[in-house]
Each structure stands twice: as C-alpha cells, then as structure tokens.
C-alpha cells in the first residue's frame, strides 16, 4: 500500500475539468465496492432485522456514514491546496510504511520469532 500511495493517479491535473455529475457517480461506485461486506454494512443488515425497518436503518447509516466521511473530505480538500499532492502522496505513503512494518514487528514478536 505504502509503495502504491507513491503512484500519482493520472489525472491528478485535470481534475478540475470534470463534471460534478461524473465526480459523484465514480465516487458512489468507489465507495460502495470498497465498503462491500465491511462491518458497518453488516451492522445495518443485523439492525434491519432487528427493528424490520430497512429504509429507517438505511437512512440512519447514511446519514452516519456521511457525518463521518464529510469532515475528512472538506479536510482532504482543504489540505490538498495548501500542501502539493506530491507530498500528501508521500506522507500517506510513510504513514502507510510504518503502520506495516509496526504490524509485522508485532507479529513476530507474538509468535517469539526473533531478528
């Protein structure tokens, strides 16, 4: 993950010229491929049949997910004029580094495997 943070989408540059229309429809895609089957979904799937009440539930989530993922955006967004991508990039690819190299030392050490 570390490595491919360090990749520079394409169309970095152009993003500008894209439609709002295109934008959300690729983010609506994106997101929901990536949250398939991850905790929360699974949470609303245990919800809705607890209450049998789907749309409530459905709307809770979303409304939840949105209060949650908003902030970051506007953050990202905001961050992204100050800082050049380049090294957003680049910070998110350390970030990534270290948090790796923290889950294989601790693995190790869990199994008493020694250096």
């Known amino acids: 993950m570390a490595a491919w943070a360090l990749v520079p989408d394409k169309d970095d540059e152009s993003a500008g010229s894209r439609s709002a229309h295109g934008v959300f429809l690729t983010t609506l895609v994106a997101f929901f491929l990536v949250e398939i089957g991850d905790k929360t979904q699974i949470a609303t799937t245990l919800l809705a049949a607890r209450f049998q009440n789907i749309a409530l539930v459905a709307a809770g989530t979303t409304l939840g997910m949105m209060a949650a993922n908003v902030p970051a955006v506007f953050l990202g967004e905001a961050a ?9 990039r680049v910070a998110a690819a350390l970030v990534f580094a270290v948090i790796g190299a923290w889950v294989l030392a601790a693995a190790f050490l869990k199994t008493g495997f020694s250096f």
Do not use: E, K, N
Request: no cysteine.
């Open 80 to 88: 992204t004029r100050i800082v050049p991508l380049r090294y957003v």
